[in-house]
């Protein structure tokens, strides 16, 4: 009987992992975590991650290589409209600077414009902007409110996020159920119930 032809070596792996550190530093970062957790990172399933891990943080904190000045980029209009300006149900993505696991949900941003408006794609912009770092929920909040009261030096600003957190969830006390609500209000909205009341009541509405 013919002896079996030898396996051939899998293609594609002559240790990317490397190859990836070479290019981004957290790569070998990631391979020494790999490894001090009790792992094996030259196994065919973890040869790439650590590069994977590394492109992944990369894109996930890339809101450190913004600033509110490119994110508004110039659109910001001048207007009579001095009624409310709502935003909600924009979506938030960000890591726990505790633990570095996500935490998600919904933010909804109001404004009250002083003869100037912004793009509304700006709004999710500026959330994108400081949700894509690593943070807590409510400076995230806070930070939101201050930027577009820095922008648009409007009458007032409300910003209410609510999130489920991971490291609530998957770990501590597991609560899967638990959500985090958290508001930054300015001006107007600090300071008149009425339009405070108002903005609680469009959230209310489906």
Sequence with gaps: MDEPAPLRPLRGHPAPARADAAVDPVAPLVESLIR?????????????????????????????????????????????????????????????????LPFFGKAHVAYLPRGRIVGLSKIPRIVEMFARRLQVQERLTTQVAQALDEALDPYGVAVVIEAS????????????????VTSALTGAFQNDPKCRGEFLDLLGRT
């Design 165 to 180: 957190h991971l490291c609530m969830m998957m770990r501590g006390v597991e609560k899967q159920n638990s959500r985090a």
């Design 36 to 100: 001090e957790l009790g792992e094996d990172p030259g196994r065919e399933g973890l040869l790439d991650t650590p590069g994977r891990v590394a492109r992944s943080m990369r894109h996930l904190l890339s809101g450190y290589d913004s600033n509110l000045a490119e994110v508004i980029n110039g659109a910001v209009f001048a207007e009579s409209y001095e009624e409310m300006v709502l935003v909600r149900d924009i979506e938030v993505y960000s890591l726990c600077e505790h633990h570095l």
